[in-house]
């Protein structure tokens, strides 16, 4: 088969995208198809006509790629490609719109508040923001709505931090929210098709726990995979996991991040392109489930263009 | 693509990524965050205007002059070009160095003289040879962000000295001294670059330049003088290196050509006293036997036909021109609420911005306008710097300096007053009840961070949270929220 990989483009995880790329067309390689590999900038359309694949593989990253913008122009070339279709990735790539969909499918989500730069600047919106303490409580997170790194995440403890905070969310995206800080463990749910991989766990080092960015870095943080879960934990964390995946209509793969709390799992977010490097977590978690990264990748690739459960 | 151009790693397993992980040295636990990796990438797309990088104007150096040299060296010394050389360097190049040196008014002893890998290995070899794990470590707040790096990797307790338009604030590490001494310790070594500064673009005053050698003399502490750029001054009274005012017994000195002839070539240098330099020679020797003998001899050629001053004259006017482009963008498109420094050489501005904006994230929507520079916070060991940025303007033409700064000025101008919107206007002083925004009374340094009314008039450089130099151990990883002001 003829597979074009998307990889690149223009957002703060370009890095991330042509790590992920470049490790997906060795291994299409080894699978023995033929390999276009294609830079998501503005000869992108061109290449994709030029080079009529039979099917695109979709390793961007964050806005431009994981959004949807890249799925609705293949859509347009009557190219199939892997991963959530477009209206999946929109829901995904939007925290805010993602954490309204899964609480209208029953599923549980850390209470939040959102705003807009304009409620802000032309509706008075801090006014508003006096009512937030009682409803959610300190500490908080506040994160931009769209952005898939820890880029703009920050944590504010008491009413001090907020102001900044917000000034450095809005510099990712014109849309934030306020999230309450839920403690727990650090979960992370690969999903395959219909089927959810072994959970991961990240372990945040002394002194990191609220390092955002060091999160998903190795050496900063350890990942257990399969996390020591009891077997109800582990089910009902898969459960839930699965649960968000179809209620934000993924398809083919993606991954989930919990955070594991005294009370049950509660969904932070659903990332529609999770990231394919050798350090990545869904590689980590299909590996621990016997699947090579070829296989994966196969798997991936054999799924592209199939509908999304409904 | 029939095959793959060369064969990668299989995919790690977990298990495989912690065994890694169970075996990285204590020292990569400071290497910087991914996350700020990755951004840092962005900034190399081919449309976005750099602000944000060191690097000299390589465009007029003659071509012509280039290849004729090239073609000398190859006619006549090919194969001493192409061979090994000694580890100390040719004598030949350290005769280039004292004739550079001695346009500053130095006269080191040549055999006090090492050829580095360019500069950035004499910092690294300095360590090496004298820096333990713990060990005291002093440097400018802020510092040279490539400096940073090294002082981790050597697992330095690294403590920073507040700067002014002085320089480095003598006063203030007399105090440290003292400090130190009351817990039984002393730094290795005290490291400055007191000519305009990377990345602050101050020099210091030929009075703290003088206390700074007394101090290094009376407690017979090391000086690690950085002076890459003494040469490029486009104004004010050249000042007395320190290396010059010591004579050498007390402040070791590291140049290089990078900015006076070309980064590419990798040339730097070191002058230290005989028995440091001993050790020196072995780090050197482990690192990498030898500084690129090809490119000693394009320094020798390009020396011998004694036009080197000519072309840094050159410099002086793209860089004085470019400057002054900066400084005029930055008066007309930053907001009142910024500040900045008004270099008279070297390669960078400072600026500085209200404390309510991390630069780091500015970063990111800069970008989204094609505009990069260095956040503040690369310039210190302590998650300091925040609200400050390094403004490079000796790499882009008049235009792009212009149109950069108009896109970053409108990207903090935006910032102000969204934070104005969100804490009811209280930045313009007027009384709402909105969110409650951090005040002046709140924030650290607040003497040293107040927004200048007369932007371009002042040098503003933030202090640190208790008006002392703060201490980080080199190995600490910071939480990711400063417990600022508590």
């Known amino acids: 088969m003829k597979v074009a990989v998307l990889k690149g483009g223009r957002s703060l995880e370009r890095g991330v995208s042509l790590r992920s790329g470049a490790r997906v067309e060795d291994a299409l390689v080894r699978l023995g198809h033929e390999v276009v590999p294609v830079e998501a900038d503005a000869g992108l ?57 899964l609480r209208a499918a029953g599923l549980p989500t850390p209470d939040w508040f959102a705003f807009n730069e304009t409620a802000f600047r032309e509706l008075g919106a801090a006014d508003a923001l006096a009512g937030i303490e009682e409803r959610l409580g300190f500490p908080l997170v506040i994160k931009p709505s769209r952005g898939g790194s820890a880029l703009g995440i920050k944590f504010a403890e008491n009413w001090f931090d907020v102001p900044e905070a917000l000034v450095s969310a809005f510099s990712y995206d014109d849309k934030v929210l306020l999230e309450r800080f839920v403690k727990g463990r650090e979960l992370s749910v690969g999903v395959v098709g219909d089927q959810a991989l072994p959970v991961v766990e990240a372990i945040p080092h002394e002194g990191d726990s609220y390092d955002f960015e060091a999160r998903y870095e190795i050496g900063r943080t350890t990942f257990v995979c399969p996390a020591e879960l009891s077997e109800e934990e582990a089910a009902s964390v898969a459960e839930i996991a699965l649960g968000a995946y179809e209620a934000l209509g993924c398809s083919g793969f993606s991954r989930v991040d919990l955070i594991l709390a005294a009370d049950g799992p509660q969904v932070l977010e659903v990332n529609a392109i999770p990231g394919l490097t050798d350090t990545s977590l869904l590689p980590q978690a299909a590996e621990a489930a016997g699947l090579s990264f070829e296989q994966l990748i196969a798997k991936i690739l054999e799924l592209a263009g199939e509908p999304a459960r409904a | 693509m029939s095959e793959p151009p060369h064969r990668r790693r299989a995919h790690a397993s977990s298990e495989d990524l912690e065994r890694y992980a169970g075996l990285f040295a204590e020292r990569t636990r400071v290497m910087r965050s991914s996350a700020m990796r990755d951004l840092m990438a962005v900034t190399a797309r081919p449309e976005v205007i750099s602000l944000a990088g060191g690097l000299p104007d390589t465009s007029t150096f003659p071509p012509q002059a280039f290849a004729a040299q090239m073609t000398r060296i190859a006619q006549e010394s090919a194969a001493e070009a192409l061979q090994y050389g000694p580890t100390e360097g040719f004598r030949e190049t350290v005769d280039c160095i004292v004739e550079v040196m001695g346009a500053e008014g130095m006269l080191p002893d040549p055999e006090d003289v090492l050829v580095t890998t360019g500069g950035q290995q004499a910092i690294d070899l300095l360590c090496k040879a004298l820096v333990d794990p713990g060990d005291a470590v002093i440097c400018e707040a802020p510092t040279y962000p490539g400096a940073i790096p090294v002082f981790c990797s050597y697992e330095a307790d690294t403590i920073q000295i507040e700067c002014d338009g002085e320089g480095m604030r003598i006063d203030e590490l007399e105090d440290t001294l003292e400090r130190l001494e009351l817990e039984g310790r002393k730094p290795k070594l005290i490291y400055s670059v007191p000519t305009f500064q990377n990345p602050a673009g101050v020099t210091m005053s030929l009075a703290r330049r003088q206390r700074l050698v ?24 050249p000042l007395p290196p320190l290396y010059q005012l010591d004579g050498g017994d007390f402040v070791l000195y590291v140049g290089t050509f990078s900015k006076i002839l070309s980064p590419g070539i990798r040339l730097g240098w070191v002058v230290a006293p005989p028995p440091l330099m001993e050790k020196i020679v072995l780090g050197k020797q482990a690192a990498d036997l030898c500084t690129s ?112 700064i108009r896109r970053i000025g409108r990207t903090v101008e935006e910032q102000v007053e969204l934070y104005g919107a969100l804490t009811g206007g209280r930045e313009q002083g007027s009384h709402h009840p909105g969110m409650p925004g951090r005040e002046a009374e709140d924030m650290p340094g607040n003497d040293e961070t107040q927004p200048s009314a007369e932007p371009g008039h002042s040098v503003t450089l933030p202090g640190p949270a208790d008006g002392r130099a703060e201490r980080v151990k080199g190995g600490d990883v910071l939480p990711f929220k400063k417990a600022e002001g508590a």
């Open chain 2, 214 to 237: 007394e101090l290094a003399r009376a407690r017979e502490l090391l000086v690690v003088e950085d002076n890459p750029y003494g040469l490029l001054r486009f104004g004010g009274e």
């Open chain 2, 293 to 404: 003998t090809l490119t000693q001899y394009f320094v020798r050629e390009y020396f011998s036909s004694g036009r080197w001053r000519e072309y840094i004259e050159s410099l002086i006017g793209i860089y004085r021109a470019r400057r002054d482009t900066m400084i005029d963008a930055l008066a007309r498109y930053f907001p009142p609420q910024a500040s900045w420094t008004e270099p008279d050489g070297g390669l960078f501005v400072w600026a500085t911005l209200p404390p309510y904006i991390d630069t780091g994230d500015l970063l990111a929507k800069a970008l989204r306008e094609d505009v990069a520079f260095v956040p503040g916070q690369a310039a210190y060991v302590d998650g300091r710097g925040r609200s400050s940025m390094r403004l490079n303007f000796s790499a882009g033409s008049e235009d792009e300096i212009r149109e950069g």
């Open chain 1, 45 to 101: 359309v061109k290449r994709l006509v030029e080079s009529r694949p039979d099917v695109a593989f979709v390793a961007l990253h964050g806005p431009g790629g994981e959004d949807g913008t890249a799925q609705e122009l293949l859509e347009i070339l009557g190219i199939s490609f892997t991963g959530p279709s477009v209206a999946a990735c929109a829901r995904c790539i939007d925290k805010v719109l993602a954490k309204h969909e």
